[in-house]
C-alpha cells in the first residue's frame, strides 16, 4: 500500500466495498455494529472527522471533514444533500465549543504517536461543554496485523484519554477495536 492511499481516486472507489461490504459478515457487522453505535451516542449537530465516503452521513445536522479531495468528491455524490468539506484533523477550522458530537473513527491509528494527540485536542476543542466524541482505538491485541502491515496501525495510549463514558470492545470475544464516547 501507498502513503496517501486514501487519497488516490481507485482507492476512494472501492473503499466501502472492501472495507464493510466484501461478503465477510464481520466486516458487514462491524459496519452495522458501528453505525447503530453512533446513532445511539451522538446528538444535534454533527461534526465526522475523517469522515471518508460519509458513512455517518445519515445522521441529521451532519458535516463531514476529510483531508482526501477525492473522498470528499466521493462523499458529496454519495450524499448530495449533506455538506463535506476537506480539512486537516490536526487543525480543524471551527471556532471552540461548535459541535453537539464529533465523530472520529479509524483516524488516530492511521497518525501516529506524533499527531494523534494533536488531532484529539482539535477535536476536543470544536467540542461544545456537555458534548460528545466518538471515536475508536485499536488494541494491541492487533499487534500480528500490525507486523504484517509493516507498523502502519498506531495504538493509541488509552491512559492518555479522559475517563470514557462508554466503551465498547468489538468483537465482544477478542476485542479488536474499542468504541468509546467521552463527554466534555
Known amino acids: 500500500m501507498k502513503p496517501d492511499h486514501y487519497k488516490d481516486k481507485e482507492t476512494v472507489d472501492t473503499y466501502d466495498e472492501l472495507r464493510f461490504k466484501t461478503g465477510k459478515w464481520t466486516k458487514e457487522y462491524m459496519d452495522l455494529l458501528e453505525r447503530g453505535f453512533v446513532a445511539k451516542w451522538s446528538k444535534g449537530e454533527v461534526l465526522d472527522v475523517a469522515c471518508g465516503t460519509g458513512r455517518m452521513a445519515f445522521l441529521e445536522d451532519y458535516f463531514g471533514l476529510d483531508i482526501s479531495d477525492e473522498m470528499i468528491k466521493k462523499a458529496r455524490e454519495l450524499n448530495p444533500n449533506r455538506l463535506f468539506n476537506k480539512g486537516d484533523a490536526t487543525a480543524i477550522q471551527f471556532p471552540n465549543d461548535y459541535f453537539d458530537t464529533v465523530i472520529a473513527l479509524r483516524l488516530f491509528m492511521h497518525l501516529g504517536k506524533d499527531k494523534w494527540r494533536k488531532a484529539f485536542d482539535e477535536i476536543y ?48 470475544q477478542f476485542p479488536l477495536t474499542k468504541l468509546i464516547v467521552i463527554e466534555k
Open 125 to 172: 476543542r470544536v467540542c461544545k461543554p456537555g458534548g460528545r466524541l466518538i471515536f475508536d482505538i485499536k488494541t494491541p491485541l492487533l499487534s500480528y496485523t500490525n507486523i504484517i502491515r509493516k507498523g502502519k496501525i498506531f495504538f493509541v495510549p488509552e491512559k492518555e484519554l479522559p475517563k470514557p463514558k462508554v466503551v465498547l470492545k468489538f468483537p465482544h
